[in-house]
C-alpha cells in the first residue's frame, strides 16, 4: 500500500486511505434519489460508513443542498452512488440523474449512508462504488472505492442467479 498518494497520508497506516465499512442493518426509508415525486417504502437498509483515513479532505457527491460544504463527522448523508454488477444481462446503475452536491469530508472522518439490502441480495448489484475527489487535486478526476456483497455480515451474504434477471 502506498504511503502517500496525491499528497496525502494515511492516518491509520493499517487502513486504507479511504473506506467503506458495513455498520448495520435498520428498517427505514431510503432517500427519495429520484424526482420529488418518486415515493418511496419502508425497507431494510444497509447502513456503511464511508471513511476519510487520509490527512486530506475529499469530496463526495450527494444530493444534500446546504450552506455549510463541510460534513459533520458521523452524520446521515445520502450519498449518491452507482451499483455495479457481473452479470451480463444487466448495466451498472447510477441511482440518480440529479446533479450531485459535492461536499466536504474532513481528514480523520467519516460519515454514514443508506443502501438498500435488496440491491446486494435479491438483486442482480455485486457492489456499491462511490466517487471521491481529493481537495488538494486541482482537475475534475475522481477516484472511486468499493464494498463489495461479500462483505456483508456472512448471514446476509447470497449468491445471486444472474440467469433469473
Not at 444534500?64 to 457481473?86: F, H, Q, W
Not at 462511490?130 to 487535486?137: A, D, M, N
Amino acid at each position: 500500500m502506498p504511503v502517500e498518494l496525491n499528497g496525502c497520508g494515511r492516518i491509520d497506516d493499517t487502513k486504507p486511505f479511504h473506506f467503506l465499512a458495513f455498520e448495520r442493518i435498520k428498517e427505514g426509508i431510503a432517500p427519495t434519489y429520484g424526482d420529488d415525486s418518486e415515493q418511496s417504502k419502508r425497507e431494510e437498509l444497509t447502513w456503511l460508513r464511508l471513511n476519510n483515513n487520509s490527512t486530506c479532505p475529499i469530496t463526495i457527491p450527494t444530493i444534500n443542498s446546504t450552506a455549510n460544504r463541510e460534513l459533520k463527522d458521523g452524520s446521515e448523508v445520502p450519498v449518491i452512488y452507482k451499483l455495479t454488477t457481473s452479470c451480463i444481462r444487466v448495466r451498472d446503475r447510477v441511482i440518480t440523474k440529479r446533479e450531485p452536491e459535492l461536499l466536504i469530508l474532513a481528514p480523520g472522518k467519516s460519515i454514514l449512508f443508506a443502501v438498500p439490502l435488496r440491491f446486494p441480495t435479491r438483486e442482480p448489484f455485486n457492489a456499491v462504488r462511490v466517487p471521491l475527489k481529493f481537495e488538494t487535486q486541482p482537475t475534475e478526476s475522481y477516484y472511486e472505492f468499493y464494498f463489495f456483497r461479500s462483505e456483508l455480515p456472512e448471514k446476509l451474504r447470497k449468491e445471486v442467479d444472474c440467469t433469473k434477471f
